[in-house]
């Protein structure tokens, strides 16, 4: 297993390479870069379908769409308004890496976009070990999942300058706690900016637009 | 990169090893042993909460929890009445494998055990790859997850020979469609046995229970 780990820690280093090359790229265009993570169904593509409406005439936003398998979330996304979207199928990979990105980058005129998001493959695990060269990480929960979830999986919300809490519109169907959560969240990472909203009925969604619109203009 | 694959697959050759052992160990003292996977927060621990709260003065469950940190769900475990529970934290890894089962295995009296539950890390790709020696994998999707799931992570369901939905009392709440989620499921594995259910309202639960009955007197 001892060459296990030196592999593994060479791989992470190339990535980290790679993902500083794209930094560059991306900060040589003023594109700010967000890489969304979270389990499978916390809403990452349904927030991607409001932010597109609410936004896309406002911001040029370039989209990478990142699953296991099927182009469903990349389709869903042009539906919703997308006019740069590119689908990157993982083919069985747990998460991105900046190969990938680096292999779908040249498909975006940079000098044309304002803000980039990267949705990553739905995993609360592996990808928050894999720097995608993004400005920073957004991660998702949903009110449906348990407020315990940064307590049992650190890494991604140590990792996430964002966590945007979903679905509370379903707040009483079950234990979950919005308090409980935030103090979870926070024990684990106490800078982390917190957003509750509902995908479902818009609530909570302004501050969100809000949000993003003053980080592209900085 | 074509030594990582090398590594991985020798990696996968001896968790394949360490696998069948275990699988001999269990069926040698007729334990039949399952491996419940699914996303973080689809209701793995509440199903095993209620599972026994109904079984446990009937069979003789023997219980794995695994998770990237805490105990939390060893320690509720407890608290429904398990009395043969065994804590597997894996400080950061995202999924179990057979070495970490020949762990902890030999903590319990398999000739006291009718059944074995190991209790996944929250993921719906990486423990896909990975026996552990199980007699079956179990998936767990809840009807907050959005239907096209297996779609998405066909790997796991098609490696697993049952799927439970869960929280079928928040049907209506969103676009998830349990038909099409049946059909989705069919589609990458023709012969999975499903199960509906709700943990919060117990409306399905009894049909689990005898399942699990008949499959333990086999």
Request: hydrophobic fraction near 40%; aromatic fraction near 4%.
């Amino acid at each position: 297993m001892a060459t296990q780990v030196k592999i593994e820690k060479k791989v992470l280093s190339e990535n980290d390479r790679l993902a500083a090359d794209i930094r560059q790229q991306l900060q040589q265009h003023g594109v700010v870069a967000l890489n969304f993570v979270s389990s499978p169904g916390s809403g990452k593509t349904s927030l991607l379908e409001k932010t597109l409406s609410a936004l896309k005439d406002e911001l040029r936003i370039g989209l990478i769409a990142g699953d296991v398998q099927t182009e469903n979330d990349a389709n869903r996304l042009r539906l919703a308004g997308g006019q740069m979207v590119q689908p990157l199928v993982t083919g069985g990979a747990c998460h991105l890496d900046a190969k990938m990105i680096t292999r779908v980058l040249p498909e975006f005129d940079l000098s044309r976009l304002d803000l980039l998001i990267i949705e990553n493959v739905g995993n609360l695990v592996c990808p928050s070990s894999y720097d995608l060269g993004e400005a920073m990480k957004v991660v998702l929960i949903s009110t449906t999942e348990g407020d315990d979830k940064p307590l049992k999986y650190p890494g991604m919300f140590r990792r996430s300058s964002v966590m945007v809490i979903n679905k509370i519109d379903l707040l009483g169907t079950s234990d979950f706690d919005l308090e409980r959560v935030k103090a979870n969240a926070r024990q684990i990472n106490a800078d982390l900016k917190i957003f509750e909203v509902s995908c479902r009925t818009g609530e909570g969604l302004d501050a969100w637009y809000d949000w993003l619109r003053d980080l592209v203009r900085r």
